[in-house]
């Protein structure tokens, strides 16, 4: 038998750390970074500067400074200076400045001692090491939280203070400190607090829009043309979007829907795919929620499941959904119930997060609802209540 071809190109290119050369919808946030630091490439030594970049999770804190720090670094080097980027996530380093320094300092000397020093002989050996290179350094404290929540003030006023003290030599430290709510500083002292809110990055929640601009590009660069139909584009950027605009979780997803097809041997990346992987990063929908419906919304649901298990689809017309409802009542030997109860099962299972709305009337006459199910496979679904139906009703045509 001929071996199934992936529908990946380069998988990699969906990593949590890949940095892409572009950057989509975050040109401002980077022009402020570019500004903050310039002096850096244009007067090195002559001053020092800290930034802090805040957003919720999936907004692009990590990969706006990540591409930041690369871009500066290559323009440095073209002007022949010895500038260094080092990223450090303060939670893997378990809010330490020791082990932050430590990790700091295997950038330049890689065998450098795991011991014997404690965090400020390691920052003074820090600044050794980059006067002896003639080096600059932005020190990017990611996840910063960790850090405050841990030792408090004291590391960045070290960090800010060993500056200070070093009044004729050349400023060469600079800071990056990222967080994801404003909270964080009232830990904080009032003096490095004021520092570090000179100049902060605010990083909104992406839009649905924007979160399918950036799954487009991940698709050209991870996936072979042709494999991830839009509509699957479309039903990821709309979960995204759901949970704040995340485009870390929407990128997630997107490579756990490509492993699916591939362990099905799809040649597309269909919403069946998606469905899937969003219950393997999350379990959205328990059994016991399931049990809290009643018959008729489980029968309406259960159709929902049917149509989007033989469907390629993303979404499903009301009509379609009126019509996939009624075959299970036939088949269950219940009387269907009207569009207006209809609707409030709709309008029910919506708010629960069993299936997702909206309203479509774009090239069409009218407007109709559309129902997209997005976060359950749609096999797993029917199983499911097929299952519970038959314990809680005694097998088809015993519900009476």
């Not at 929407?250 to 998606?274: N, S, T």
Request: proline share 4%; charged share 25%.
């Amino acid at each position: 038998m001929p071996r199934h071809s992936s529908v990946f190109k380069d998988e990699s290119k969906l990593d949590i750390n890949y940095v892409p050369q572009h950057l989509l919808h975050r040109k401002l946030q980077l022009n402020l970074l570019n500004q903050f630091f310039r002096f850096v490439v244009e007067r090195p030594g002559k001053m020092t500067q800290r930034a802090l970049i805040m957003g919720k999770i999936g907004t692009g804190k990590t990969v706006l400074s990540q591409h930041f720090g690369l871009k500066i670094a290559k323009e440095a080097k073209q002007r022949n200076i010895n500038l260094n980027y080092v990223h450090v996530n303060c939670r893997e380093c378990k809010g330490s400045l020791f082990m932050i320094l430590q990790r700091t300092m295997t950038k330049f000397y890689p065998t450098f001692p795991r011991r014997g020093y404690s965090a400020e002989e390691l920052l003074q050996a820090l600044m050794q090491v980059l006067d002896e290179k003639d080096a600059y350094l932005i020190l990017t404290l990611d996840e910063l939280e960790s850090l405050v929540g841990n030792e408090g003030s004291d590391p960045l006023y070290n960090l800010s203070r060993i500056q200070e003290d070093r009044l004729d030599a050349p400023k060469r430290l600079s800071l990056i400190c990222i967080l994801r709510q404003p909270d964080c500083l009232d830990k904080l002292d009032p003096s490095t607090r004021s520092t570090l809110q000179r100049n902060i990055i605010q990083m909104e929640e992406y839009s649905e829009s924007q979160l399918e601009d950036i799954l487009d590009d991940r698709v050209n660069l991870a996936f072979r043309d042709g494999t991830v139909p839009p509509q699957t584009l479309g039903i990821i950027a709309e979960l995204g979007n759901s949970e704040g605009g995340n485009a870390r979780y929407a990128i997630e997803l997107l490579w756990r829907a490509g492993k699916y097809a591939d362990a099905l041997e799809m040649q597309q990346v269909l919403p069946e795919c998606v469905r899937k992987a969003v219950v393997s990063v999350y379990p959205v929908v328990r059994r016991d929620m399931i049990l809290a419906f009643s018959l008729h919304e489980k029968l309406f649901i259960l159709g929902v499941a049917r149509h989007f298990k033989k469907s390629d689809s993303a979404y499903m017309s009301m009509g379609e959904a009126e019509e996939a409802y009624a075959l299970v009542c036939e088949e269950y030997d219940e009387k269907r119930r009207g569009h207006t109860q209809i609707w409030k099962y709709v309008k029910a299972l919506s708010a629960a997060g069993i299936i997702e709305t909206l309203v479509s009337g774009v090239g069409q006459r009218g407007k109709t609802t559309m129902i997209s199910l997005s976060r359950v496979p749609a096999s797993d679904l029917e199983q499911e209540l097929v299952k519970l139906l038959s314990q809680e009703g005694g097998g088809e045509g015993q519900w009476r």
